[in-house]
């Protein structure tokens, strides 16, 4: 069955300190893996696409990476405006389309 | 901003009553995804729309319905409203079916 597991479910970091955050997925064919991002109350916005393991995408403080069996949103130096919480989702190669989501981490950056 | 319209924003009814949410998608975007988010829970996929014809069901009740009409814009149904049904419901639009989702504000229900 196609899986996608997110950890740690929240995460506290003071403001400057970075870490990871992981994505792992099990799936029969990986079409692509999508990293967003979601304030409380609004709707998630979409950060980055992976299409293949190696591949590395940036955006300010945010790399995503991309392995065959796991992805990982690296945060460098944040600051307290990126917390939020981070959703992963996978489209699988048979899975007509549709995006299979992890449950999220919720990232709480410290000042 | 994302282009993608949700009215209303925020909505309160009793149970067992019906609302229509509406969604408008980005500019030439052909397809249209409901999800529902329940408090401080994941996002559960409903349905997909891609231009006028439903392409993908999920865990969408049977008192719940949707449709796409020819301007691409979609309606989502909720029917005999019960208390599990509160929850913020959003609309995504996408170029064809690509995973790159983009989604509305959400419109707020609250079933009392």
């Known amino acids: 069955e196609d899986q996608v597991t997110q950890s740690p479910e929240a995460l506290r970091l003071q403001e400057g300190e970075s870490s990871s955050l992981n994505c792992s997925y099990t799936?029969?064919?990986?079409?692509?893996l999508f990293w967003y991002r979601q304030d409380p109350g609004k709707g998630p916005e979409f950060l980055f696409t992976?299409?293949?393991?190696?591949e590395e995408k940036e955006k300010e403080r945010l790399k995503a990476t991309l392995t065959k069996k796991e992805s990982f949103l690296h945060i460098t130096a944040p600051k307290p405006e990126d917390s939020a919480t981070y959703l992963c989702?996978?489209?699988?190669?048979?899975?007509?389309?549709?995006?299979?989501w992890g449950a999220g981490t919720k990232l709480i950056i410290k000042p | 901003d994302s282009g993608v319209t949700q009215t209303p924003k925020h909505l309160i009814t009793a149970t067992g009553q019906r609302v229509t949410l509406r969604c408008s998608p980005r500019?030439?975007?052909?397809?249209v995804y409901w999800y529902q988010q329940s408090l401080d829970q994941g996002l559960q996929f409903l349905i997909q729309?891609?231009?006028?014809?439903?392409?993908a069901k999920g865990n969408i009740l049977e008192r719940f319905s949707a449709q796409q009409f020819p301007d691409l814009h979609s309606e989502l149904n909720l029917s005999s409203l019960e208390l599990g049904d509160s929850a913020l419901y959003f609309c995504?639009?996408?170029?064809?079916?690509?995973?790159?989702?983009?989604f509305g504000e959400g419109s707020r229900l609250t079933v009392l």
């Open positions: 989702a996978v489209q699988a190669a048979d899975s007509n389309y549709q995006l299979i």
């Open positions: 992976l299409y293949s393991a190696g």
């Open positions: 799936v029969s064919g990986l079409r692509g």
């Open positions: 995504a639009s996408s170029v064809r079916q690509a995973g790159e989702l983009f």
């Open positions: 729309y891609y231009n006028g014809e439903e392409r």
């Open positions: 500019s030439g975007d052909l397809s």
